[in-house]
């Protein structure tokens, strides 16, 4: 079992920037953050929980959910078992609570958008962009 602690949301106003930082932790000796898939997901009042981005091994496998390319950048400290998700020029559509994921697959495709794959969730942390 991998527990997943996410923290860094708070409100900011449109244009401004967060950083996201979800820490992975768990009691399985063998465990190596580095092989997971981690992403990032958000969902708004009434909507659907909706991909952000993703990232496979430890190496530049990453994508993008086209709304927020060019502003979002996932990145990981794998000696830290951290994976951040740095936001830049936020818009007040940005405006939900952010989720961490992770899997120990290496999923592929469309795999990375669909959060069921996903074996492992954090709780969730406020992100509020005021315009």
């Known amino acids: 079992q991998v527990q997943l602690v996410e923290s860094g949301g708070g409100l900011v106003h449109a244009g401004g920037s967060l950083r996201l930082s979800c820490v992975a932790s768990t009691s399985v000796r063998t465990f190596s953050f580095s092989t997971y898939t981690a992403g990032w997901f958000r969902q708004a009042p009434g909507r659907e929980r909706e991909f952000v981005a993703a990232?496979?091994?430890?190496?530049?496998?990453?994508t993008y959910a086209d709304s927020v390319k060019g502003r979002f950048t996932i990145a990981r400290d794998n000696a830290k078992n951290t994976v951040y998700l740095l936001m830049n020029s936020l818009k007040p559509e940005d405006t939900a609570v952010y989720y961490c994921a992770a899997d120990p697959a290496a999923l592929i495709g469309s795999e990375y958008v669909t959060p069921s794959r996903y074996d492992y969730w954090g709780q969730g942390t406020q992100v509020t962009v005021s315009s």
């Open positions: 990232s496979r091994w430890s190496g530049p496998s990453t």
